[in-house]
């Protein structure tokens, strides 16, 4: 439960149209809640820290710093507002998907993908001491063409898992929302999508380039049976 200080004062932000951007937008999720942090064990500590590509630099550290809050959720709902703020898109830049570190988007704040979406806001949620890891579908569909013709352009998607109260869940930071009765071992993803790698970024998979995703994904299609997908029915939250 919200501690009742808490819940009143977003009940009386969101009635007199006063509350943060942050805040009006997540009150469904905020009503959610249902526990307190847990201490993290080590096999969920490990998430806390990237490699080469998502490493946490002094320059990201400050902009954590800017965002603290008591607990795990408060945090994350800060850190993806603050992407969505700060950070604008530019589908030109797509072709440089996977060759950039989190610290060089930092920088330009201009993100070409999921991708780029999903390795910066991972990297901003672990500087928050929030446990991520990142997650590459495929999109079925594709899947299910590509084998027929193998012209079809790759297609995929790229969420991330965090580490909450005492469980992980699914976040799609491109569409801001929030799956709660997230299922980890399995490997159908919401709107037709599914499970291919999972990994602290995309050089620890083995994806440094497009080529790479396409090589990877592509080899997965080739293999892939429709009938391993079932569409999960996970609860959406929009945060």
Same mark, same amino acid.
């Given at each position: ?169 699914? !976040? #799609?930071?491109?569409? @801001?929302? =929030?799956? *709660?009765?997230?299922?980890?071992? %399995?490997?159908?993803? /919401? ?21 790479? !995703? #396409?090589?990877?994904? @592509?080899? =997965?299609? *080739?293999?892939?049976?429709?009938? %391993?997908?079932?569409? /999960? ?7």
């Amino acid at each position: 439960m919200l501690h009742r200080f808490s819940a009143a004062l977003l009940v009386i932000l969101l009635i007199t149209g006063c509350s943060p951007s942050w805040m009006s937008h997540q009150a469904n999720f905020f009503f959610l809640y249902n526990g307190q942090d847990q201490p993290l064990a080590e096999e969920t500590r490990i998430y806390l820290s990237g490699s080469s590509q998502s490493e946490i630099t002094p320059a990201i550290r400050t902009i954590a710093g800017q965002l603290e809050a008591d607990t795990r959720r408060e945090r994350m709902l800060k850190a993806i507002d603050y992407l969505w703020t700060h950070f604008s898109y530019d589908n030109r830049e797509a072709h440089l998907s996977f060759t950039r570190t989190a610290d060089e988007l930092f920088q330009t704040q201009v993100l070409g993908g999921c991708s780029d979406f999903a390795l910066v806001q991972s990297v901003l949620f672990r500087a928050l001491a929030i446990p991520a890891r990142l997650v590459v579908t495929a999109d079925v569909e594709w899947m299910e063409k590509y084998k027929e013709n193998n012209l079809y352009m790759t297609r995929g998607h790229v969420f991330i898992e965090v580490y909450l109260e005492n469980r992980w869940y699914l !976040v #799609d930071t491109a569409y @801001r929302t =929030i799956y *709660l009765d997230y299922q980890r071992f %399995q490997k159908s993803y /919401p709107r037709n999508l599914f499970f291919c790698f999972r990994g602290t970024d995309y050089w620890n998979i083995g994806i440094k380039t497009v080529d790479d !995703v #396409d090589r990877l994904l @592509r080899a =997965i299609a *080739l293999t892939f049976n429709p009938v %391993q997908y079932r569409d /999960p029915v996970y609860t959406k939250v929009s945060i």
